[in-house]
């Protein structure tokens, strides 16, 4: 008889121990200090005073980034998926709050960075570096939930491969841009775990039916 999902248990399963807040707390103290850092300008030919965003503060998002991956990963599927109750409100609960911790964290920690770089800016572009790891994890799963993120944002570090004008990352000019699309982006990761809760449920039912024929 298989144990029934309780919170304990779905916590023990995805990594969750005693040492899971201590490292999560190193992770956002690294990554506010890594804001200190100051990197090359991305575009040299940019006199505006955008330079406070180039900094290592946008690679340190992406630390705590490393740990969520690793709670993204469902490693009680076989539970979840077999439960009476609904694996679709499992797995959307499980991922708000992992969504609503993560939020928390930045905002708090967004408190923190210096004052030229606008705090909603980092809470949003974190939101959006969320919503790719939660997507990923979901999909894909393992190791790769932690590297989306952090290869976005090199992707945009890297001087002239991403034009300025259209660089989310770095480019405070594209503010308006970013907010809604990390808005729709953490939607997407919602929307897209409860339709992966709801094929491995139908997945798993479905011998079940073909052998009560």
Request: charged share 10%; hydrophobic share 55%.
């Amino acid at each position: 008889m298989r144990p029934t999902p309780t919170p304990a248990l779905l916590l023990h399963h995805r990594g969750i121990d005693k040492g899971w807040g201590l490292w999560w707390l190193l992770a956002w103290a690294a990554a506010v200090a890594s804001s200190l850092v100051t990197i090359p300008r991305i575009d040299p030919g940019v006199s505006s005073a955008s330079s406070a965003l180039e900094q290592l503060g946008a690679i340190g998002l992406c630390l705590p980034l490393v740990l969520v991956g690793v709670l993204v990963q469902d490693r009680t599927a076989w539970l979840t998926t077999t439960a009476p109750r609904s694996p679709v409100l499992m797995r959307l609960g499980n991922l708000g709050l992992i969504t609503g911790v993560s939020l928390i964290s930045a905002m708090t920690a967004a408190a923190l960075y210096p004052n030229d770089i606008r705090w909603l800016r980092i809470v949003s572009l974190f939101a959006l570096l969320l919503a790719l790891t939660l997507i990923t994890g979901v999909l894909i799963g393992g190791v790769w939930a932690a590297f989306l993120a952090p290869a976005f944002v090199i992707l945009n570090t890297i001087p002239g491969l991403i034009p300025w004008e259209w660089n989310i990352v770095y480019n405070p000019a594209t503010d308006p841009v970013l907010i809604p699309t990390a808005a729709i982006s953490l939607a997407t990761a919602f929307i897209v775990a409860a339709t992966s809760a709801a094929v491995q449920r139908s997945l798993v039912q479905r011998p079940d039916r073909e052998d009560a024929r």
